[in-house]
Structure formats: C-alpha cells, structure tokens
C-alpha cells in the first residue's frame, strides 16, 4: 500500500493522519487493532516534536460545525456538531484553545465520546495547568482512545 491509500484508508480513524503515514508505509498489520498499536508505541517512542506535529493535526476541540464538518464528520458528530453549543461555551472553548495552543505548540486532543463541550471545556481548563510533556502524553493517547473507539463504530475490512 503506497502513501496515498494508506493515508485514505486510515481516515476514518485519525482525521489527517499525513504525519504518521511516512511511518506507517510498508507495515504489515494483521488487522485494524494492530495498525492501532503500531501507532500508539509509534506515539510512545517518538519525539516530542513529532507527537506535537500529529497533534496539530487533529481538528480543534469546539471548532465552528461548518468548519469541522467539512474536515471530519467523525468529529463533527462526536463533538455535537448537530447540536447547539450555548455562546458562552463556545466562546470559552475559543478562548481555552487559544491558551492551550499558545502555552503548548499543539492542539488540545480529548476524547469527547459524546459528553457535552461544557464538560470538554472544564477538561481543558485542567489541562492547561499541566506541563508540555504531560499533555504530549494525554494527547497522544486520547488519539489512541478516539480511533479505538472509532474502530469499535465503523464497519471495516477485518484487515489493513
């Protein structure tokens, strides 16, 4: 499988996943649960720097629905993007994700798994009181947790 398809078929489970496909190429994984732990012990040994870059990639926590639908309906749907966030959290999420990425280099990862933004909000603002490394860490197995989660909801081949 060259890049491209690579970087097509493992979509539905990381959003943008271009960062991870040059490492992923070429890999022989016996089903979609092994290409999952490929990733996360890919996550665990990289460097920092690496693990921010695949951050960045993930859609932002609270972004506008029409922006988020039109990069992911996974994170459109699982964020609520069918319902209506009150202003004031939307507003504060945008505030938050301004913080965060300023004090971090990367975007904010949680897995939502349907809780309302207001909870995801409050996640955030513990978080910000944590280290860079720490939140390299939290983000990279949110990411795990999403595509697992992900995997368990989409109808897949059994194999990669």
Request: charged share 35%; proline share 4%.
């Amino acid at each position: 499988m060259n890049e491209r398809e690579l970087a097509d078929a493992i979509r539905p489970l990381w959003e943008d996943a271009r960062p991870l496909v040059p490492r992923l190429v070429g890999g022989r994984f016996g089903s979609w649960e092994d290409l999952i732990t490929a990733v996360e012990a890919e996550l665990a040994a990289a460097s920092d720097e690496f693990r921010a870059e695949v951050l960045r990639a993930h859609p932002r926590l609270g972004e506008d629905p029409a922006v988020l639908e039109r990069q992911s309906r996974l994170s459109w749907a699982e964020q609520g993007g069918d319902r209506r966030a009150d202003l004031d959290t939307v507003r504060r999420l945008h505030d938050l994700n301004r913080r965060y990425e300023s004090r971090f280099g990367f975007r904010c990862v949680e897995w939502v798994a349907g809780r309302p933004l207001s909870a995801i909000a409050d996640v955030m603002e513990v978080r910000l009181s944590n280290d860079r490394s720490t939140e390299l860490e939290k983000g990279s197995a949110a990411l795990v947790a999403i595509a697992r989660d992900r995997l368990g909801r989409l109808e897949v081949e059994d194999s990669v």
